[in-house]
């Protein structure tokens, strides 16, 4: 079993819908999470980074998480085209930079 | 947020040669960079881990003497893939942390390919 849990997808959602992408974990050391960005041929943007269980928002961006459940997810309201992209979920043991554990990534697509 | 460049963005090269890849933070010191290598259609693969001026630490499987880095400065890190062979063709990014960061930030990867 994997330490981090994603479907790779490929998720295909219309424009203006709303995304759910999910990551479960097994280890309950972990304490900090982040969601990544990637456009094809590109590295990895930071989209999100939280410590706490509950919700953060961020413009169109929500992540949650529920250490409870070992579960995260994050939500894209009003998906745009340039949305597309590969989501991946990101998770270490303590903060300030330290290892991180991906997910396999989720590909999103966005069309008109 | 944080900024970290990579040099080059793609690069080709003959069987046997060495290849030297930068990796930059723009505006912040970065005490710990991360290297990665990706292949298409799969998730990010930690290589090594550095620390400004010691010696990096490889995860298990990469052979350090095929893959050096350098992390000389608090804004510089180098990798070196040497005596490359075309199954180290791959996307290489790196990543660092440091400072006010709380995080690994990505720079944006080098193609190489090898022939």
């Known amino acids: 079993q994997k330490e981090v849990e994603q479907d790779p997808g490929p998720l295909s959602v219309p424009e203006g819908a709303i995304v759910s992408l999910n990551c479960t974990y097994s280890?309950?050391?972990?304490?900090?999470f982040m969601w990544y960005r990637q456009y094809s041929r590109k590295g990895p943007e930071l989209l999100m980074y939280t410590y706490s269980s509950g919700n953060k928002e961020d413009g169109r961006f929500t992540a949650q998480v529920d250490k409870s459940s070992k579960y995260i997810s994050l939500f894209i309201r009003d998906s745009q085209p340039s949305d597309s992209a590969t989501y991946l979920c990101a998770m270490s043991f303590t903060g300030g930079g330290n290892k991180l554990t991906f997910g396999t990534g989720t590909q999103l697509k966005v069309e008109l | 947020g944080a900024v970290v460049s990579q040099h080059p963005s793609w690069v080709i090269c003959k069987s046997g040669t060495s290849v030297k890849i930068e990796c930059r933070s723009l505006?912040?010191?970065?005490?710990?960079m991360f290297w990665y290598r990706q292949f298409p259609k799969q998730s990010l693969m930690l290589m090594a881990t550095?620390?400004?001026?010691?010696?990096?630490?490889?995860e298990q499987g990469v052979e350090k003497d095929k893959f050096l880095i350098n992390h000389a400065s608090l804004t510089l890190s180098t990798l070196t893939v040497t005596s490359a062979h075309p199954e180290d063709s791959s996307f290489y990014i790196c990543?660092?942390?440091?400072?006010?960061?709380?995080?690994?930030?990505f720079g944006p990867g080098t193609r190489l390919t090898v022939l």
């Open positions: 280890n309950s050391a972990f304490q900090y």
């Open positions: 550095s620390n400004e001026g010691s010696k990096a630490t490889y």
């Open positions: 990543s660092a942390s440091g400072g006010q960061t709380d995080t690994q930030y």
């Open positions: 505006d912040f010191q970065a005490t710990t």
